[in-house]
C-alpha cells in the first residue's frame, strides 16, 4: 500500500459547512429543519420522476471559485490528460465473439480527461465537501436508501472531470452506484449531460434498449442544462449517460463526489484504466463479485 501518499480525509471537526453552503437556505445540518425536509422530499421525487435529483445553487459560488481555480492549477498535471481510449458503455474490452452489433461493441472515442482523486490539494474544499458526513447524511436520505459509504477507489472517488473545446464524454454506465455533480465551470457551448434514466435494472441488461439508444433512438434520453454550483445526484449505475462535445476556450470543469452502498470496492482495472489511465494494486486485489450481476 506503499502508493498511498495523500492524506485520506477531513474529520467532521475540520470541516466548516459554511465555508460552502449557506446554512440559512440549505440546512442540511439541522434534523428539525422543515426546509431540510422540503429538499429532501424534492429530491426524491426527481429521483423517482426522472433518475435524477436536481437542487440549483447550492454550493456558494465562492467555494465554487476556490474549485475552479484548485482544477485550473492541476489541469496539465499527472494523469489529468493521458487516458483517452475507445470505449464502450460498460468500458470492457474488445469480445469478437459477440455478433457485430452488440452494444459490447460499440466503441466511442473519449476525449475527456480527468482531475483523479490522488491530485487534490491538501486543503481542496471538494475533499472537504465529500468528506462531510452531513453531506454524506443528507444524500442518502434523497436517495431513500442507506447506508451510504464514501468509497475505498483512490482515482475516482472526487475527481474533476473536465472537458476542453471538442471534447466528448461517449455513453457508459458508472461502476458505482451514486455520483453528485457539481458543475464548477461551464464551457461555451455544448457539453450537455445526457442520459436514459434506469434503463437498465440490477437483473436485467436491458442490451436491447441500450443498442437502440446508441444508434440514435432520443425517446427516453433526457437533456440536463447544468449551472455552475448545482447540485445533481444520479444514479449512474442503471442510467446510460454521456456529455455531448464541449466548444469554445472555456472547459468545462465538474466536481464528481461518489458514493456507494460497498464501501470496500472499488473500480474494475479495466475501467480505472479506461477512465482514470491507470490500475493500481488495489483495483486488482479488490476486483470482487458485484451484487448485482451487470456488465462493468
Ligand atoms: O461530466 C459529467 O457530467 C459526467 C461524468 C461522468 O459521467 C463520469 O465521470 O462517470
Ligand atoms: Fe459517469
Redesign the pocket.
Known amino acids: 500500500m506503499s502508493e498511498f501518499i495523500t492524506p485520506s480525509a477531513f474529520s467532521a471537526l475540520e470541516i466548516p459547512l459554511e465555508r460552502f453552503l449557506n446554512l440559512d437556505e440549505f440546512p442540511i445540518h439541522d434534523l428539525t429543519s422543515s426546509r431540510r425536509a422540503e429538499l429532501v422530499e424534492q429530491c426524491r421525487q426527481g429521483l423517482d420522476k426522472w433518475g435524477c435529483a436536481h437542487v440549483p445553487d447550492f454550493i456558494l459560488p465562492s467555494a465554487i471559485e476556490e474549485m475552479h481555480q484548485e482544477a485550473l492549477r492541476l489541469i496539465d498535471k499527472g494523469y489529468a490528460r493521458e487516458a483517452h481510449a475507445w470505449v464502450n458503455p460498460f468500458l470492457t474490452k474488445e469480445d469478437t465473439s459477440l455478433d457485430k452489433d452488440h452494444p459490447k461493441r460499440f466503441f466511442e472515442e473519449r476525449t ?1 480527461s ?1 482531475i483523479n482523486s490522488d491530485l487534490l490539494e491538501g486543503c481542496s474544499v471538494l475533499r472537504m465537501i465529500y468528506d462531510s458526513d452531513v453531506m454524506v447524511h443528507f444524500v442518502a436520505e434523497c436517495l431513500n436508501v442507506g447506508p451510504i459509504y464514501r468509497w475505498a477507489e483512490p482515482l ?1 472517488r472526487n ?1 474533476y ?1 473536465v ?1 476542453k473545446d471538442g471534447d466528448y ?1 461517449p455513453w ?1 454506465f ?1 461502476g458505482n452506484d451514486f ?1 453528485v ?1 457539481i ?1 464548477v465551470n461551464e464551457a461555451d457551448g455544448g ?1 450537455d ?1 445526457e442520459y436514459v434514466p434506469d434503463i437498465r435494472t440490477p437483473h436485467n441488461e436491458c442490451f436491447d434498449d441500450i443498442g437502440a439508444v446508441l444508434h440514435g433512438e432520443r425517446k427516453r434520453v433526457r437533456v440536463l442544462s ?1 449551472n455552475t454550483g448545482d447540485l ?1 445526484i444520479f444514479k ?1 449505475r442503471y442510467s446510460m ?3 455531448t462535445k464541449t466548444k469554445g476556450s472555456e472547459p ?1 470543469i ?1 466536481a ?1 463526489p ?1 458514493y456507494v452502498t460497498n464501501p470496500y470496492l472499488v473500480n474494475r482495472p479495466h475501467h480505472s484504466e479506461a ?1 482514470y489511465g491507470r490500475s493500481m494494486d488495489i483495483h486488482h486485489e479488490r476486483n470482487l463479485g458485484r451484487l448485482d450481476k451487470l456488465t462493468d
Open positions: 475527456s480527468f475516482g475527481p472531470s472537458m464524454f457508459h458508472d455520483t455533480s458543475l457539453g449531460f447544468l445533481q449512474g449517460h454521456r456529455v468545462r465538474i464528481l461518489t477512465f
